[in-house]
């Protein structure tokens, strides 16, 4: 039934169309089916791209070189008669570890330089590898007789059409898994990734991996509809063609790339020579034309085709999309107070050992913890305890080094000292692990993927709970499909605690703001933690949604057993619902104790207030991290 | 073997001139510019027209420089200045998109045959310590050192080269103190636009040949140059363009050809981002 609904969806119903529109086109002209075959080849080469660029955000300009390993590889099995399966494997794993050291300096560095180390790649794949008579054969390349089920063109462009289905299925399954949600994150922002428990650099790695395959396919398939691998085929402009395709698509869009390349490879090849008795050759013109159009693309329509799509489509099929209006929050009745302390319950049953469950009574310990930035101190020598069950405030001005605090103990700050949680030192470990140990934190600039929909942040969230292995997942393999049902099953329980269901599908972008805290801590939440984290989550909110916050910090104790510690600047609020508070000044502790003794202490209102007599003391310049 | 660095040098100073310009267009509008090759491929074959029909070497070869600093100045007007404030992903995409545009245009107006246009400075020959330096090298690294040192002027010396540096450093700040932040812009994708002119009139005639698509290899070289000097240095950009022209030289004269050059510039963008993910002058972040 269920899946009989999912097949009514018209979207789906427009995708089969589409596809079987395609697959009627040999039939249609058969004259044709070599050239769309080809066609098809270099479309699932742009997809390779479209998953690396679109879902992890990491520019590849050599993807041609993946293409031309992997049909070199082909080449070289096929002429020594390895059957076509085996043949794809090969030429699919090699395409995915060239991706993959490819990749690897952008473990080092970031953004534009690693685009430029691919281009340097594809040149050199091009003019060095492809010329190595044991690889390539020479410039005259292998010749490849097609095997017996795929002799004919029209076998070959099914063949063509079934990988170039494979790729975009790779990209849906990257989509919907633990690994493109690392992707996004990771494209977003490393660090807010690895608190996730995200790791970056093979989260990174991964996404070469996989678009090298998707690649390496590609090259498999050309090698054997084109009955040849030629080194001429595989130089930097077919790199550089690709992205052209996959930018006028919609960067990131499945649809848009089908599309654009339906644009500007299809009709190109099928238009004839001659029009109107010009002489206008559209198929060697098209790379003008696709050239021409990825600047117009670029400059006026930042969604590319697939955007455009994505506009008609939900006009067409009366799709609302937009900002959510905000709503108030809604009374408790008895019935929902007995469902929220049972989410709160289902909540916390994670995979956690039972030697970080223990009821110790100090739970996150800092000592001595220090942090320099160059020249700056910016944390010094700081004490700090947070006990089980309690509500801990961290104040002080702007600069005394509150998030700098967060950030040393969530691996992002450079910090000496001993920070332990539950008895571990958390100082040694990669900021991934935290929320293993049962950390979680926000971010005072929103550390949620704006692009991304509420259940994805909520997912993503949960990274670490998801045990499958992000490669296998993929292929729903390793109890992948088990894992992310229950998965959205916990999302569906911390957004009911939180009183935003209905919320799933909208793009956190989209949120009004005070919405958009809610589901920061919503996710943090869904992680399962201990300890939670939250930099300032007043900052922005209206005096009655303050109100309302102290109160949620109040329910986060008492409905789901957490202990927090906050760092706030709203003093009512922070007065009102902590137990202890620590006040920084320049990176040191001024004053702890309990919140009457500290709110009034001469020290902290100074600090506050600004040294408005007594002596004037140069205050440090201190870092805002 | 010193001669072998002599000729490096020689080619590095064309990757240098490119690589100056692509760090002037990054420092100044934060975009990687991809088109640098092209643009400057574009001047040539505009000089190789005026050349072909009559007009003196040099000459043409002058007005085909100005006509890729027009270029640039056209292509930042129109088509980068528009993309302010979006990812810089999309700024490199852009100028892929115009280098892709100008290759495909110069084949349909010029076709893809190979043309040669001759040196503006003639053909002589001259031995120094076993190397056989052309009057192009010569020119070369005469016109990469003059324009470090006019750069160097420039910005130490002139009130408009402290505008380029104030607003490359902080455009809002600068706004604020009333530095023509547009205007450096355009002043750094034109100078880039002449940078890319000249390193193509000297780099056209040393490698013999003028066709579309072949400015990609020149790009990639002046690229690793910008990359390896730090992308925001502009001696940074000469010494790392001069360090790919040496090293490329010594290993084709020792191992050979047959694209062991590209092995070895990729090896070189490589190394320096692994050791010194900053390249060797680059400022951090």
């Keep these: 039934m269920k899946a009989l609904s999912r097949l009514a969806d018209p979207r789906r119903l427009f995708c089969l169309a ?359 101190q910016a944390l010094e020598g700081v004490n700090l305890e947070v006990r089980r069950g309690e509500i801990v405030g961290l104040i002080g001005a702007n600069g005394a080094g509150k998030t700098t605090f967060f950030n040393a103990v969530g691996g992002f700050a450079p910090a000496t000292g001993s920070v332990k949680f539950l008895g571990r030192e958390l100082l040694t470990e990669p900021g991934s692990a935290r929320p293993r140990y049962g950390l979680a934190r926000t971010w005072q600039q929103m550390g949620l993927v704006r692009a991304e ?122 007065a009102r619902v902590t137990d202890y508070i620590y006040c920084l000044e320049s990176g040191r502790l001024i004053c702890e104790g309990h919140p009457s003794d500290v709110t009034s202490d001469p020290k902290v209102v100074e600090s506050f207030m600004g040294r408005s007599h007594s002596a004037r003391r140069p205050r440090a310049e201190a870092v805002k991290a | 073997m010193l001669g072998y660095i002599l000729v490096g040098l020689a080619s590095g100073a064309a990757y240098a001139l490119m690589g100056v310009g692509i760090v002037l267009v990054y420092k100044g509008s934060k975009v990687l510019s991809l088109a640098q090759g092209e643009i400057g491929a574009f001047g040539v074959f505009v000089a190789w027209t005026i050349h072909d029909h009559g007009v003196a070497g040099p000459l043409a070869a002058l007005l085909g420089v100005v006509v890729a600093g027009l270029l640039a100045l056209v292509i930042e007007r129109y088509a980068i200045r528009p993309l302010e404030g979006r990812p810089q992903l999309v700024g490199a995409v852009m100028t892929l998109g115009i280098a892709l545009v100008l290759t495909y245009t110069e084949g349909e107006l010029w076709g893809f045959n190979i043309k040669s246009f001759p040196s503006s400075v003639g053909t002589k020959t001259f031995s120094i310590a076993g190397g056989v330096l052309s009057a192009n090298n010569i020119a070369a690294l005469v016109l990469a050192g003059i324009t470090a040192a006019g750069l160097y002027y420039f910005f130490a010396r002139t009130r408009f080269g402290l505008a380029v540096k104030g607003a490359t450093a902080d455009p809002n700040v600068a706004r604020l103190l009333g530095v023509p932040v547009a205007r450096v812009y355009q002043f750094s994708w034109g100078l880039g636009g002449v940078l890319s002119g000249l390193a193509a009139v000297i780099l056209v005639p040393q490698f013999g040949a003028l066709v579309p698509f072949h400015q990609t290899l020149f790009l990639i070289r002046a690229l690793a140059g910008a990359i390896i000097g730090g992308l925001t240095s502009v001696h940074g950009a000469i010494v790392g363009g001069l360090l790919v022209g040496v090293v490329e030289s010594l290993a084709r004269g020792y191992i050979g050809t047959g694209g062991v050059t590209d092995v070895v510039v990729f090896g070189l963008i490589l190394a320096t981002l692994i050791v010194r993910p900053r390249g060797l002058f680059g400022e951090s972040a």
Aim: a positive charge; charged letters at 15%; glycine letters at 12%.
């Design chain 1, 18 to 376: 589409g596809l079987l529109i395609v697959a009627c086109l040999p039939l249609a002209l058969p004259a044709k089916a070599f050239t769309l075959a080809v066609v098809l080849v270099k479309t699932t080469g742009a997809m390779s791209l479209n998953t690396l660029v679109g879902q992890a955000g990491q520019m590849s300009l050599g993807q041609g070189a993946f293409i031309g390993v992997g049909a070199f590889v082909a080449g070289n099995l096929a002429v020594r008669h390895v059957p076509l399966p085996l043949v794809v494997l090969a030429a699919t794993a090699a395409g995915g570890v060239t991706a993959a050291i490819t990749g690897l300096p952008s473990l080092r560095i970031r953004g534009l330089q690693v685009a430029v180390t691919t281009l340097a790649f594809g040149v050199m794949a091009e003019k060095f590898l492809f010329g190595q008579q044991w690889f390539s054969g020479g410039t005259a390349g292998l010749m490849i007789d097609r095997p017996v089920p795929f002799q004919s063109d029209r076998a070959v462009f099914y063949l063509a059409l079934a990988a170039l289905a494979a790729s975009f299925w790779a990209d849906v399954r990257v989509r919907g898994t633990k690994a493109g949600r690392a992707f996004a994150a990771v494209r977003d922002g490393e660090e807010r990734a690895a608190s996730f428990g995200v790791e970056p650099g093979s989260s990174k790695l991964l996404a070469y991996t996989i678009s090298g395959m998707v690649a390496g396919l590609a090259g498999a398939m050309f090698a054997y509809v084109v009955g040849a691998a030629t080194p001429s085929s595989f130089d930097i402009f077919l790199s550089l063609n690709l992205v052209v395709i996959v930018v006028v698509g919609g960067v990131g869009s499945r649809l848009g790339v089908l599309v654009s390349a339906a644009l500007l490879l299809a009709l190109p090849a099928l238009m004839p020579k001659v029009i109107f008795g010009a002489n206008i050759d559209p198929g060697r013109r098209a790379p003008l034309f696709a050239a021409v159009l990825l600047v117009i693309v670029v400059r006026f329509m930042p969604g590319g085709l697939g955007g455009l799509v994505r506009r008609v489509g939900d006009k067409l099929f009366g799709v609302q999309r937009g900002r959510k209006e905000e709503e108030g929050v809604p009374v408790s009745s008895a019935e929902q107070v007995a469902q929220r302390a049972h989410d709160a319950a289902f909540l916390r049953r994670v995979p956690r050992p039972l030697s970080l469950r223990m009821p110790t009574r100090c739970m996150l310990e800092g000592h001595g913890v220090s942090v320099r930035f160059g020249g700056v």
């Design chain 1, 453 to 574: 929909t509420v259940r994805d942040n909520l997912l993503l969230a949960q990274h670490w709970i998801a045990g499958y292995s992000a490669g296998l997942g993929i292929l729903g393999f390793d109890g992948a499909v088990r894992t992310e049902a229950e998965l959205r099953r916990r999302s569906q329980a911390a957004l009911a605690i939180f009183d935003l269901e209905g919320l799933e599908d909208h793009h956190v972008g989209d949120l009004p703001y005070g919405l958009m805290r809610r589901v920061e801590i919503a996710a943090a939440v869904a992680a399962g933690p201990e300890l939670l984290m939250l930099d300032e989550a007043s900052a922005g909110l209206a005096p009655e949604e303050a109100r309302q916050l102290g109160d949620q910090f109040l329910a986060l104790r008492s409905e789901l057993d957490l202990t927090l510690i906050v760092i706030e600047h709203h003093v009512p609020l922070i």
